[in-house]
């Protein structure tokens, strides 16, 4: 059984830092692209970062140069350390794990986990 699970989200002020986590079980971890995606309240899911199994990251222009997405293959587990946050990052954030091999295409999700930048 597939599972991921999304933890490290919380309340801070903007301007603060939180450090999200997704570690995941009954994959190959290694060999899935790893992904961190939101929804904002109102608005439709989009992505922030992600990373390939190769390590090649890519952004959101929302978040880059503030947010930094990370891999341990050794823990099965992605990070998204998120700086200079702001309200507006506000949103739930889930991780993906997403590959396309011999088999056809696999796509698994977290939870999803409460980010909320206010004052």
């Known amino acids: 059984q597939v599972q991921l699970v999304d933890s490290g989200g919380g309340l801070v002020q903007p301007g603060g830092s939180l450090k999200l986590s997704c570690t995941a079980s009954g994959i190959t971890f290694s060999i899935y692209n790893m992904g961190w995606y939101r929804r904002a309240p109102g608005k439709e899911r989009e992505l922030v970062a992600s990373i390939t199994s190769g390590g090649s990251r890519n952004y959101a222009d929302s978040v880059k140069g503030r947010f930094t997405i990370s891999r341990d293959d050794a823990k099965n587990t992605v990070y998204l350390q998120m700086n200079s946050l702001k309200p507006e990052d506000t949103a739930v954030y889930y991780c993906?794990?997403?590959?396309?091999?011999?088999?056809?295409?696999?796509?698994?999700w977290g939870q999803g986990t409460q980010v909320t930048v206010s004052s």
């Open positions: 993906r794990a997403s590959r396309r091999g011999a088999l056809g295409f696999r796509d698994y």
